[in-house]
């Protein structure tokens, strides 16, 4: 497919994947895809999916997909927050552990770690580095088509993981779990946002290799996440993700004790039991299987089937909406007696 590259009519992008190659094992999108994203993506990256379609690259380190897919995802992540919305920011790609690569149309690039609950934008949070001090900032581009090449992969290595003793794990896991198929990852179990993310569970025996989606679901709810800088090798917090600025005085928030429904490896499941943000359960609590009840629908607003003194249709009788009248000690005893 190499010879695609010179159709790309961004010279950057075009420059890059001459450097990388074509992603591989792609499938290409349809006509009402394409249309669906025609105003979401900048004109390189919309060149890119219309060429490509969704691949991956570095035996599926990293995988492409439609753009309107993990949009779900990201609402559980944003809740109401100002700066990032699923209305103008989408998911291009993600790596095999679920690190998101992203495209807002007001944040342009940036990047959601799900395991660390960290997110990531060059335009709010520029990393710091050692030793720049009294240095003129560098200015940064506002071309949109430049940008977006940041979403292309560079090396390998950019979209590893490393587990508790800072040990590289991709290929230990394709060779205890077997390699990626399209639309997979590797999770941990238990998540890490759930023991600690210095946790010593941070290895390949607790990895397992699960639908992405699924799973990217449910990280996105365990925890806040939080918009970091990375300053010096270490990340910062700069602010949580997922508040709506309001007034000094006000509450921020609007708690519920439940999540929504989410599938893990096909199972529903609900998170119960603690007061949680409607985006993120950061209270300890519990995960329950969600089964099914009886469904009874509602009724259709005619006003015959709801006053008091109303035939129900179909019993001739009539209904009474009133409480039942309390009965007096006496005749309790009397219907006990007889």
């Known amino acids: 497919m190499s010879e695609k590259v010179g159709n790309l009519s961004n010279q950057d992008f075009s420059d890059r994947i001459s450097r990388i190659g074509p992603p591989k094992r792609t499938a290409p999108l349809n006509q009402y895809q394409i249309s669906d994203i025609l105003c979401c993506l900048p004109e390189?990256?919309?060149?890119?999916?219309?060429?490509?379609?969704?691949?991956?690259?570095?035996?599926?380190?990293v995988q492409y997909c439609y753009p309107l897919e993990f949009s779900p995802v990201l609402a559980l992540i944003f809740g109401k927050d100002d700066e990032f919305s699923p209305e103008d920011c989408f998911v291009v790609g993600y790596s095999a552990f679920g690190r998101l690569l992203c495209w807002s149309q007001r944040q342009d690039v940036f990047f959601i770690d799900l395991?660390?609950?960290?997110?990531?934008?060059?335009?709010?949070?520029?990393?710091?580095?050692?030793?720049?001090?009294?240095?003129?900032?560098?200015?940064?581009?506002?071309?949109?088509?430049?940008?977006?090449r940041s979403l292309l992969p560079f090396e390998p290595e950019d979209y590893e993981e490393f587990d508790a003793n800072g040990?590289?794990?991709?290929?230990?896991?394709?060779?205890?779990?077997?390699?990626?198929?399209?639309?997979?990852?590797?999770?941990?179990?238990?998540?890490?946002?759930?023991?600690?993310?210095?946790?010593?569970?941070?290895?390949v025996e607790n990895i397992r290799r699960i639908p992405a989606l699924e799973h990217f679901a449910i990280l996105a709810q365990l925890g806040t996440f939080h918009l970091m800088r990375l300053e010096r090798g270490r990340y910062t917090s700069v602010r949580p993700i997922g508040y709506r600025a309001v007034p000094r005085g006000?509450?921020?928030?609007?708690?519920?004790?439940?999540?929504?429904?989410v599938r893990a490896s096909g199972i529903?499941?609900?998170?119960?039991?603690?007061?949680?943000?409607?985006?993120?359960?950061?209270?300890p609590g519990e995960y329950i299987y969600?089964?099914?009840?009886?469904?009874?629908?509602?009724?259709?607003?005619?006003?015959?089937?709801?006053?008091?003194?109303?035939?129900?249709?179909?019993?001739?009788?009539?209904?009474d909406c009133r409480r039942p009248a309390k009965q007096s000690p006496s005749s309790t005893k009397t219907t006990a007696a007889s």
Do not use: W
């Open 250 to 261: 006000r509450p921020h928030r609007t708690h519920t004790t439940c999540t929504i429904i």
């Open 167 to 203: 040990q590289p794990m991709f290929e230990r896991c394709v060779a205890m779990h077997g390699p990626l198929e399209r639309g997979e990852c590797y999770g941990y179990f238990p998540a890490i946002a759930t023991v600690g993310l210095d946790s010593p569970m941070r290895r």
């Open 268 to 283: 529903p499941i609900q998170r119960h039991t603690d007061i949680c943000t409607p985006n993120n359960g950061n209270c």
């Open 44 to 61: 390189s990256l919309l060149d890119f999916f219309c060429l490509y379609g969704i691949g991956d690259y570095f035996n599926r380190r």
């Open 115 to 148: 395991v660390d609950l960290r997110l990531t934008s060059r335009k709010l949070a520029p990393a710091v580095f050692g030793n720049m001090d009294g240095l003129p900032a560098r200015e940064r581009s506002g071309d949109p088509n430049l940008l977006a």
């Open 290 to 319: 969600a089964q099914s009840t009886e469904v009874i629908p509602a009724p259709d607003g005619g006003m015959n089937k709801t006053k008091p003194g109303m035939s129900v249709p179909g019993t001739g009788q009539a209904t």
